[in-house]
C-alpha cells in the first residue's frame, strides 16, 4: 500500500510519559539526514547489521562474512533479511570479539523460521563464551558451553516473524541479570 511507511525512532529514554511525534508533508525536503548515513546515529552500539548486505551500520564498520551458504537481501518483515539452511549457514565478524566480563550487553533481531531448533549469535572466547539460540521451548542463552537459561515461549518455529532480544545487566558475571524476550514479551528473567 502506497499509504504506508515504516520508521525506525532512536530514542535516549522512554518513560510512561514520553511522547514521540512524527511530522510530514514538507515535499520540497528531499535531502537525506547525515546520520542516516555516517553511523552517528548507532553511536551506542558495537555493530548493527540490516541484512541487505553484510555491512556494518555503525562507524566501527564491523563487516560480517557469511559462511556455507548464506544468501542475503532476502525479502523480510522490515528491510532486508537473511535466508540461513539451519545446518552450516552462520556469520562471523572477525574485528569483533564480543562484550565480555561485567558489560551491559543486549541482542536484538527479528526471525521468522520452521526450524526446531538453530544458532542466532555468539560471541566472546573459549573461556568466557556467550551463545544465543531457539529451540522447541523458545530462546535460551548460554556461557562458555554450559549453564544454559530457557525462555518459554511455544511455537517459535510456526513460520511466522519473531522479535527475539536478550538483555544482560552487566553488574553480574553469571546468569543472574539475563532476560529473554519474544515479540516484546518477557519470557523469562534469572533468579
Keep these: 500500500d502506497s499509504n504506508q511507511s515504516w520508521v525506525w525512532v ?4 522512554l518513560n510512561s510519559q514520553s511522547k514521540i511525534t512524527a511530522y510530514w508533508g514538507n ?10 548515513k555516517n553511523g552517528s546515529t548507532w553511536t551506542d552500539f558495537d555493530g548493527v547489521w540490516h541484512l541487505n548486505d553484510t555491512n556494518d551500520s555503525t562507524a566501527n564498520l564491523r563487516t560480517a562474512t557469511g559462511n556455507g551458504g548464506v544468501n542475503i537481501g532476502n525479502s523480510s518483515l522490515v528491510g532486508g533479511g537473511v535466508l540461513l539452511d539451519g545446518l552450516d549457514d552462520d556469520f562471523s565478524v572477525n574485528e569483533f ?20 531448533s538453530g544458532g542466532l549469535s555468539g ?15 523458545g530462546p535460551r542463552a548460554q556461557i562458555s558451553n554450559s549453564n544454559w537459561e530457557q525462555g518459554i515461549f511455544p511455537k517459535i518455529n510456526d513460520d511466522k516473524w519473531h522479535h527475539l532480544a536478550m538483555s544482560f545487566d552487566g553488574n ?6 539475563v532476560k529473554l ?3 516484546g514479551k518477557l519470557t523469562y528473567v534469572s533468579n
Excluded at 10 to 13: R, T, Y
Excluded at 97 to 116: E, F, P, V
Excluded at 172 to 177: K, R, T, V, Y
Design 10 to 13: 532512536q530514542v535516549p529514554k
Design 27 to 36: 515535499d520540497s525536503n528531499t535531502t537525506i539526514p547525515s546520520y542516516s
Design 97 to 116: 570479539k564480543g562484550t565480555l566480563s561485567n558489560n551491559d550487553r543486549a541482542i536484538s533481531m527479528w526471525i521468522r523460521s520452521t526450524a526446531l
Design 123 to 137: 560471541w566472546g572466547t573459549s573461556s568466557n563464551r556467550w551463545d544465543f539460540s531457539w529451540n522447541t521451548t
Design 172 to 177: 553480574h558475571s553469571d546468569f543472574s541479570a
Design 181 to 183: 524476550f519474544v515479540d
